[in-house]
């Protein structure tokens, strides 16, 4: 009869996800964005989101290089999506997303539709008028209105 094999498997290093931003949900990308940015960068994570994948050469195949920066993709990529809400995590829960190419992707959809939100609001903005036949305090209430949203957008 045949002895067992034993066979090492090497466990992931765990990573502490406390501090993680707020769940983003489509609202203030800009704010969630810098966010992430601090708390990848106190762990030590944010070259995942900005280098990509090294290539193998034929003369230098670096296979411990290439491992070593999948493992910290894996990671960043995990906790990018630990702090998306339910219904975005569905949406970019693939393999194909590298953490790069995952920041990419929400940085491509959700900032420009804030910067839309932005132009709106300072338009409507400058273009606000005070009528006679409404109250003062009404209308003084739609500039704090739009001077508000205006602040969260930032």
Known sequence: MAEPISVAIPIAPKVDLTGLSDKFSGQFFKRWQQRMKIWLTMKGLLTVI?????????????????????????????????ALSNTLFD????????????????????????????????????RYQMVED????????????LEHALLMLR
């Open 50 to 82: 900005q280098v990509t994948r090294p290539e193998p050469t034929d003369t230098d195949p670096k296979t411990a290089e290439i491992a070593q920066w999948t493992e910290r993709d894996q990671i960043g990529r995990g906790a990018i999506l630990s």
């Open 134 to 145: 409404r109250s003062v305090a009404e209308q003084t209430h739609e500039i704090i209105n």
């Open 91 to 126: 949406v970019y829960c693939f393999d194909s997303y590298t953490a790069k190419s995952l920041c990419d992707e929400l940085d491509r959809k959700y900032n420009t539709e804030e910067q839309g939100l932005e132009k709106y609001y300072v338009s409507k903005f400058m």
